[in-house]
């Protein structure tokens, strides 16, 4: 831990919050749900991590806003940025499963520069900072992503949408397991389990954490056409692999028409 900065650091104290909140909540017999203008679900926990996270931010890193799912601060002006998921893969979280994620980037100047993706059911959490690498703080060990060269068995989520890409996967020998978290995926492609999945929604706070996460860990995260892109504004979707597979996925997502999705 010493080697990352006090900020990067907080960002753990952020997660380890919001695992409290998350598991104070959570039950294998699934909990009530609200549904948002948009249709997505939404919990308590949702909202308590939110304000905690804001309340947080406000007391130790005043010159940051906070650019949240549920509730954002004044971030129209600002260059710098937490950029938060309370819950990624809240209908998963909702109904039982184990697979969510809480998610925070430090993002400035439209760069992600720290983050943290953390389930607390599965232990695992990855703290990474620009330069100084990914680590699985429950092991205090360094990770990295999968050497895999090919598609042949590999595993790529291939987005919650019908279309044609998990043929174009499975055509290349791949496999295509879908899990209905972006955050829970990219910790897994991090860690090396995946080796890629393609997220077609528009919104910063999705993606931004697991940019730094897997790109520090040795991996690769574009926007759905393969090019850089801010994550202090909506985004334009996103493919995120090991790296070895990245352009390709890029053009087999063009092959397959994948477009941008308004909404999740």
């Known amino acids: 831990m010493e080697l990352f900065q006090d900020i990067t650091k907080f960002l753990l104290t952020l997660s380890e919050e919001a695992a409290k909140i998350m598991l104070k909540h959570y039950s294998a017999k699934g909990i009530q749900v609200t549904m948002k203008g948009d249709m997505s679900p939404v919990t308590e926990a949702d909202l308590e991590i939110n304000k905690m996270t804001i309340e947080m931010v406000k007391k130790y890193y005043p010159d940051y806003e906070v650019l949240a799912e549920e509730e954002s601060t004044e971030v129209e002006n600002s260059s710098k940025l937490f950029v938060v998921d309370p819950i990624d893969g809240t209908h998963m979280f909702a109904i039982g499963s184990p697979l969510f994620v809480f998610s925070a980037a430090v993002v400035v100047n439209g760069e992600s520069i720290a983050g943290v993706l953390k389930n607390p059911l599965a232990r695992r959490t990855l703290l990474a900072e620009k330069g100084k690498g990914t680590y699985l703080i429950e092991e205090n060990k360094r990770v990295s992503v999968s050497q895999k060269q090919n598609f042949e068995k590999a595993l790529i989520n291939c987005g919650w949408k019908e279309t044609n890409l998990p043929k174009l996967v499975h055509a290349r020998g791949g496999r295509t397991p879908q899990i209905y978290t972006v955050c829970e995926v990219a910790s897994l492609i991090a860690t090396g389990g995946f080796e890629g999945e393609v997220f077609t929604g528009p919104s910063a706070h999705d993606i931004a954490a697991a940019k730094i996460v897997v790109e520090e ?35 087999m997502t063009r092959e397959a028409g994948l477009e941008m999705q308004t909404s999740i």
């Open 217 to 251: 860990a040795g991996g690769k995260v574009t926007d759905l056409y393969g090019k850089e892109q801010r994550y202090d504004r909506e985004i334009n979707g996103a493919i995120i692999s090991n790296g070895y597979l990245h352009d390709e996925l890029v053009t």
